[in-house]
């Protein structure tokens, strides 16, 4: 449907980390301390007040943990895609490779590095922001 190109492969990475990150999102709601959740109601609140004041601020660490490692997972696989004929930056490594340009390679591989890196920065900033936050 999509023709011979990276698109279906990105849709397919799209797809299942979002199925990956709904069923982890809902366990770590479901795993949420349930006395605070109980107090919050008996003191009259509402559903909606509920998951501003406790769910949103107890799942968010959490959750942001799961998404950027999904991240870190969803780089790394189109990395191996890449490497076996889908346009990312594996095919750009072993196009590099196989050209003997190894420079070049060399370059990919730390450019492949630096993303996950910076993800990792990125997602230990979130995390702190959001642990300050509340």
Same mark, same amino acid.
């Given at each position: 449907?999509?023709?011979?190109?990276?698109w279906?492969a %990105? #849709?397919?990475?799209?797809?299942?980390?979002?199925?990956?990150?709904g069923?982890?999102?809902?366990?770590?709601?479901?795993?949420? &301390?349930?006395?605070?959740?109980? /107090?919050?109601?008996?003191?009259?609140c509402?559903?909606s @007040?509920i998951?501003?004041?406790?769910?949103?601020?107890?799942?968010l660490?959490?959750?942001?943990?799961?998404?950027?490692?999904?991240?870190?997972?969803c780089v790394?696989?189109?990395?191996?895609?890449?490497?076996?004929? %889908?346009?990312s930056?594996?095919?750009?490594i072993? &196009?590099s490779r196989? *050209? @003997?340009?190894? &420079?070049?390679?060399l370059f990919?591989? %730390? #450019?492949?590095?630096?993303? %996950?890196?910076v993800?990792d920065?990125?997602?230990?900033? /979130?995390?702190?922001?959001?642990? *300050?936050a509340?």
């Amino acid at each position: 449907m999509l023709g011979p190109s990276a698109w279906p492969a %990105v #849709l397919a990475l799209a797809i299942h980390n979002s199925g990956i990150l709904g069923k982890l999102g809902a366990e770590t709601i479901e795993n949420l &301390d349930p006395r605070t959740l109980r /107090a919050l109601r008996q003191l009259g609140c509402t559903r909606s @007040q509920i998951a501003g004041a406790a769910v949103l601020p107890m799942f968010l660490g959490r959750f942001l943990l799961y998404f950027f490692y999904r991240f870190e997972t969803c780089v790394r696989e189109a990395t191996v895609l890449g490497m076996l004929g %889908v346009a990312s930056l594996g095919y750009w490594i072993q &196009d590099s490779r196989t *050209r @003997q340009f190894y &420079d070049e390679m060399l370059f990919f591989v %730390v #450019l492949g590095a630096s993303i %996950v890196l910076v993800a990792d920065l990125v997602s230990v900033l /979130a995390r702190w922001l959001v642990r *300050r936050a509340t």
